[in-house]
């Protein structure tokens, strides 16, 4: 009923966890190597995957739809190497693949930030499953997308409890990040005006600690009615903490001057401002911010180190 469909490149130290999550109920493995040096393929192979190989061109989506090409399943789970389907909660999902009205299925990807799973997770909803349908394609070199030419069939795309779990943040590398910006930058020569791509190019560069570039990514995105409302409110955050980088504490007042009622991006903000009042050496006001449960539960903190920010209290409060 459902096979799975990767594009890879280089990655021999993962992809046994992804092909291992999906073998319970992927009838089918596909493995698209886009030039890889190390021991990728073999592996793949000898988990059982059709392993195929395709020129790279710094087209996400091109390598994606070639390998959709290659699938005979009638669903397609989509898994890049460095993540693993939670076995579990794809089994409570089934009943949703004998709904004929719908197309594609939005799973839970759980983004783990750190080498320790404490670290710091987030979590976004994608569309990773869907029909296989030579109408349904992916679009975008980069971050591609496959809803709309679901939704433009007429199919509906079903929310889910699947949950994939990514690790691929914990060996973010130069190259990679480097990469990314490359691709964004040459969607916006082509779409200019694209306030996905902005954004996510703004995000990219502050992930490549380039603060300058990336805070005149994030005021352009400042000066626009288009961003939603969690991206414009981790747009006026990312400008704060590049402010606080630069010791431009008026401007971290300024960018932090709101209160979101997502309690994760919440959570976030108030830990910039616990930050901030410790740069001005307000400690004691500072630690008990960072005390708050608004910041523990936030999603988008690295608990490691709020731990050890609160291990230091009792050196302030002498």
């Excluded at 389907?85 to 949703?96: A, M």
């Excluded at 909803?125 to 349908?133: E, L, V």
């Excluded at 349904?136 to 030419?149: A, C, D, K, P």
Aim: charged share 30%; hydrophobic share 40%; with cysteine.
């Amino acid at each position: 009923m459902i096979g799975l469909c990767m594009i890879v490149k280089d990655e021999s130290s993962v992809i046994a966890r992804a092909l291992e999550s999906a073998l319970e109920h992927c009838k089918q493995l596909v493995v698209v190597d886009t030039g890889s040096k190390d021991s990728t393929p073999q592996i793949a192979s000898r988990f059982g995957a059709e392993v195929h190989f395709y020129y790279w061109n710094d087209d996400f989506a091109e390598v994606r739809n070639y390998a959709l090409k290659l699938m005979r399943t009638e669903w397609i789970l989509i898994l890049d190497a460095d993540e693993e389907l939670v076995q579990d909660t794809f089994k409570k999902n089934l009943e949703l693949f004998a709904d004929k009205r719908i197309g594609g299925i939005n799973v839970i990807i759980k983004n783990f930030l750190g080498e320790n799973l404490q670290t710091g997770i987030t979590e976004h909803r994608y569309t990773r499953i869907f029909r296989n349908n030579p109408q349904i394609r992916f679009t975008g070199r980069i971050h591609e997308q496959i809803r709309e030419s679901i939704e433009s069939l007429g199919y509906l795309i079903a929310e889910s409890d699947i949950i994939i779990n990514h690790y691929g943040y914990k060996q973010n590398t130069k190259t990679k990040a480097q990469r990314n910006i490359s691709l964004l930058e040459s969607e916006l020569k082509e779409s200019p005006d694209d306030i996905w791509y902005k954004y996510h190019l703004a995000e990219s560069l502050f992930a490549a600690r380039n603060l300058e570039k990336a805070r005149e990514k994030y005021l352009e995105l400042f000066q626009s009615s288009l961003l939603n409302k969690d991206y414009f409110e981790m747009t006026r955050i990312r400008l704060a903490q590049i402010s606080l980088s630069n010791d431009e504490l008026v401007n971290v007042d300024k960018y932090l001057d709101f209160v979101s009622s997502n309690q994760d991006i919440e959570g976030l903000r108030l830990f910039v401002k616990a930050a901030s009042l410790m740069s001005q050496h307000k400690y004691l006001e500072a630690f008990d911010l960072y005390k708050c449960e608004l910041i523990k539960n936030s999603m988008y903190i690295d608990k490691v180190q709020l731990d050890f920010i609160l291990s230091k209290e009792g050196l302030f409060r002498l």
